[in-house]
């Protein structure tokens, strides 16, 4: 029956591809697949002019390469047969069972008949993809591989078809391919996408990369060899390949980090691929021993799995020049990586697939709850782990795209402003929701408006994700509550600045009314203001900055100024006033806050700094923010000493670091030092640097000088290298 000597090629590596791993299985249903298939679909064509029986064959050749059951392969060689020949779905059921017709329904495209949109058809298209994957999650991967040999083929179309059908490929088929762990099917959809997505990028990225490539080929070769020696000296029987980088990889990645190809260091990696588990784990130390390994950038997803199931150990490493990436994994785990779920099915004799715990209890899942409907959600839940979209529709069928973690809000703005105005609640698959769910791909939403509603909630844009959906909520305040937001930043303004004892119109004077706009990139002070009315500009923000260029106009504060804004400010806080120790020039003793960047102690020398409407803050005079510190904000400066008394009963929080040998009872000698000493424990951190132990602990002394016979006591402990005061 087979003459086309391309369709005869397909066939019989079908079937190779079957036999390498079911050797011993009878092929009936796929050479009674491929008879009904070939017959229907005879005397038609692609539009690349090849017979039309070579998509459904090269869709199963993909399905066998990941290692599917015999339906599923089965099912891909029929696909297209209910809608494009005269077979029907009983003729499917009547030759190969209920199993294989709900698979090729599954993927079979919707009738053809009069939709509205372009949009409701390819709403319909998922709503029913994702209804079947429902009841066997075999559809999606029979889709995923129909996706994929389309995009092998896309040249026959115009361009504006290829980038819309790459696009779509991009951004939901290689998603959907990743969240199954499908990287055989995955990485080839990527590419295919972006070569399509944008061509020019695409080549001249081939181009380069292949360059790189052949010069790094002999060190790659050099890497591998040197791997295997060791670990053939080691007694571990491993496989060492190595593994290019996928262009949508390396777009990606220039993409998010902003770098040029050459900028990237990783554009190549070996595999190593071993027994057992804990051979993974040992010939991470020995790469560990061999090679540097850059910091941060060693992943176990061995023992914390991917939700698709991925397993792996991932680590950089500095080779000759430059790092390069090493994955470790068991063959085992190697099978799953590259098949994802079709991994998931295990045969036995007989031809019946034995799911494992995985997929069995996605199985059960549609035995055991009430409708298809609460199944879906539950599946939907887990598929989206990797998505940074959702696709879900409006009640006409119709699809929107959002951001991952958007909510009815988003989906009603995203319709129309007029719609996320007007909205009081929303159902999601028929059921009433809270405004702040999370929306699933495939959910069915419904937004419930009304005319007697006044408008959005402010507390909507603590809700939203889209930029959408925040924009207009903004507006709709900006335009709707104009003369209240005027009203409101105006009288907000004017507070924060009577606060700071200016007088707002004086601050706005000079120049300066051009330069806050400017700095805010408003036109009007109304557009300012009603930017503070509506919550999107702090008033204490734009007042600050006025008073700041505003005190640049006047000379330099004499100490009586300095010290007259002190005594306003005290009189303020008069409840809170006390003995601090500290003595300001003709002043006397002042309420005063200590600086944490330094934390100065009697003793030190220390500088007054008279900070706007809150008194005085002390810093040590060799204090970094100090030393820093803009001759604007020098003029601010006062000279200060301490004061205290011999009995003052005051205490001053600082901080010392300890840098000692890790050892047994360590800890409990410090804490008996701190302890015999009467010191105030406040803080205590510890942490590792290399094989060092640093210890910060925050303590409360009378003075510099019980400080230091206090690290001195601390330093006499076995193991203590060093002990200093934190902060400079």
């Known amino acids: 029956m087979v003459k086309h000597p391309d369709v005869k090629v397909l066939y019989e590596r079908l079937i190779a591809e079957i036999r390498s791993y079911r050797p011993d299985t009878s092929l009936e249903m796929i050479e009674q697949a491929f008879e009904v298939a070939h017959e229907g679909h005879f005397n038609q064509t692609r539009k690349t002019g090849e017979p039309y029986i070579t998509h459904p064959l090269s869709v199963a050749i993909s399905l066998a390469e990941i290692r599917t059951d015999l339906?599923?392969?089965?099912?891909?060689?029929?696909?297209?047969?209910?809608?494009?020949?005269?077979?029907?779905?009983?003729?499917?059921?009547?030759?190969?069972?209920?199993?294989?017709?709900?698979?090729?329904?599954?993927?079979?495209?919707?009738?053809?008949?009069?939709?509205?949109?372009k949009s409701s058809r390819q709403a319909e298209n998922y709503r029913k993809m994702f209804f079947?994957?429902?009841?066997?999650?075999?559809?999606?991967?029979?889709?995923?591989?129909?996706?994929?040999?389309?995009?092998?083929?896309?040249?026959?179309?115009?361009?504006?078809?290829?980038?819309?059908?790459?696009?779509?490929?991009?951004?939901?088929?290689?998603?959907?391919?990743?969240?199954?762990?499908?990287?055989?099917?995955?990485y080839e959809l990527e590419d295919l996408g972006f070569k399509y997505t944008d061509r020019k990028f695409y080549d001249e990225l081939s181009r380069k990369v292949a360059i790189k490539q052949s010069e790094r080929q002999e060190i790659v070769e050099q890497i591998m060899k040197e791997i295997r020696v060791k670990l053939d000296a080691a007694g571990i029987e491993a496989r060492v390949e190595g593994r290019p980088k996928r262009f949508y990889s390396i777009y990606k990645k220039m993409m998010s980090k902003e770098k040029t190809l050459e900028e990237l260091f990783d554009l190549y990696a070996v595999r190593i691929l071993v027994e057992t588990t804990g051979e993974c784990y040992e010939v991470l130390g020995h790469m560990h021993n061999m090679y540097t390994p850059i910091p941060g950038r060693m992943k176990d997803f061995v023992g914390m799995k991917k939700p698709n199931g991925y397993r792996s150990l991932h680590t950089t490493l500095m080779g000759p020049g430059e790092p390069f990436e090493v994955q470790i994994r068991t063959y085992e785990m190697h099978v799953v990586a590259e098949y994802g779920i079709a991994a998931h099915w295990k045969y036995k004799e007989g031809g019946k697939a034995a799911k494992d715990k995985w997929l069995q209890e996605i199985m059960d899942l549609q035995r055991t709850m009430s409708g298809s409907?609460?199944?879906?959600?539950?599946?939907?839940?887990?598929?989206?782990?990797?998505?940074?979209?959702?696709?879900?529709?409006?009640?006409?069928?119709?699809?929107?795209?959002?951001?991952?973690?958007?909510?009815?809000?988003?989906?009603?703005?995203?319709?129309?402003?007029?719609?996320?105005?007007?909205?009081?609640g929303a159902r999601v698959n028929g059921k009433i929701v809270p405004v702040d769910y999370e929306l699933q791909t495939g959910d069915v939403v419904e937004i419930i408006t009304s005319q007697n509603v006044k408008g959005p909630s402010r507390d909507w844009l603590k809700i939203v994700k889209t930029n959408t959906a925040r924009t207009k909520i903004t507006q709709w305040f900006n335009k709707e509550s104009r003369e209240e937001n005027l009203r409101k930043g105006r009288e907000a303004f004017e507070f924060a600045a009577k606060s700071e004892g200016a007088d707002a119109d004086i601050l706005l004077q000079g120049g300066r009314e051009a330069f806050i706009l400017e700095r805010f990139k408003c036109k009007t002070l109304d557009q300012l203001y009603a930017m503070i009315g509506v919550g999107g500009l702090k008033e204490k923000v734009v007042v600050n900055h006025l008073l700041r260029e505003y005190e640049k106009t006047l000379p330099p504060p004499s100490d009586d100024l300095l010290?007259?804004?002190?005594?306003?400010?005290?009189?303020?806080?008069?409840?809170?006033?006390?003995?601090?120790?500290?003595?300001?020039?003709?002043l006397g003793d002042a309420t005063v806050r200590f600086a944490k960047c330094c934390n100065p102690l009697p003793g030190d020398e220390i500088f007054g700094f008279v900070t706007r409407g809150r008194g005085l803050t002390v810093h040590r005079t060799n204090c970094v923010n100090v030393i820093h510190m803009d001759e604007f904000e020098r003029r601010r400066l006062i000279g200060a000493e301490w004061h205290v008394d011999a009995l003052s009963e005051n205490r001053y929080l600082t901080e010392v670091r300890l840098n000692c040998d890790d050892r047994d009872g360590l800890l409990?000698?410090?804490?008996?030092?701190?302890?015999?000493?009467?010191?105030?424990?406040?803080?205590?951190?510890?942490r590792m640097i290399r094989a060092e132990v640093v210890i910060v602990i925050g303590v409360e002394v009378a003075d510099n000088d019980r400080l230091n016979s206090l690290m001195k006591k601390l330093r006499s402990i076995a193991g203590v290298d060093e002990s200093a005061r934190v902060a400079v």
């Open 563 to 586: 010290i007259q804004n002190l005594i306003t400010t005290s009189e303020k806080h008069e409840k809170q006033k006390q003995k601090s120790g500290i003595v300001v020039k003709g």
């Open 668 to 686: 409990s000698d410090i804490t008996r030092v701190l302890t015999e000493e009467k010191v105030s424990v406040k803080t205590m951190n510890l």
């Open 71 to 117: 339906e599923s392969i089965a099912a891909a060689i029929l696909h297209d047969v209910i809608e494009d020949t005269h077979f029907t779905s009983e003729d499917i059921s009547a030759r190969f069972g209920d199993e294989v017709r709900l698979l090729v329904e599954g993927v079979t495209k919707i009738e053809r008949v009069a939709y509205v949109s």
């Open 132 to 186: 079947h994957m429902s009841q066997d999650v075999r559809v999606l991967l029979i889709k995923i591989a129909d996706r994929l040999h389309n995009m092998r083929t896309l040249a026959g179309h115009s361009e504006e078809k290829q980038r819309e059908i790459a696009q779509e490929t991009l951004d939901i088929y290689a998603p959907l391919a990743h969240r199954l762990g499908i990287s055989k099917l995955r």
């Open 373 to 424: 409907d609460e199944y879906l959600d539950a599946l939907k839940m887990d598929l989206n782990a990797f998505a940074e979209h959702v696709y879900c529709f409006t009640p006409k069928g119709e699809i929107l795209s959002l951001l991952s973690g958007s909510c009815p809000i988003d989906f009603a703005f995203t319709i129309h402003s007029a719609v996320g105005n007007r909205m009081t």
